[in-house]
């Protein structure tokens, strides 16, 4: 596959400057790196979503194509 969508847990949204966050679940949101034949096409915040498991964070990276 040509593109790759890579989500890093943050606590600001300050793109790949922003403080990585030590909880997953607990986030802010997460940078979400697309990488298109090797070459880094943007760099977006994703809000994280309320949640009671891991679930909602997974299930909402899912649908933004993170696998």
């Known amino acids: 596959m040509s593109t790759s969508r890579i989500a890093i847990p943050v606590d600001s949204d300050k793109g790949l400057e922003s403080t990585v966050s ?7 949101g997460f940078a979400l790196v697309i990488i298109y034949f090797g070459q880094t096409t943007s760099i977006d915040l994703v809000e ?3 949640h009671s498991s ?6 909402l990276l899912a649908e933004h194509g993170v696998e």
């Open 54 to 59: 891991c679930a909602g964070p997974v299930n």
């Open 22 to 28: 030590g909880h997953f679940g607990h986030c802010r």
């Open 48 to 50: 994280n979503v309320p």
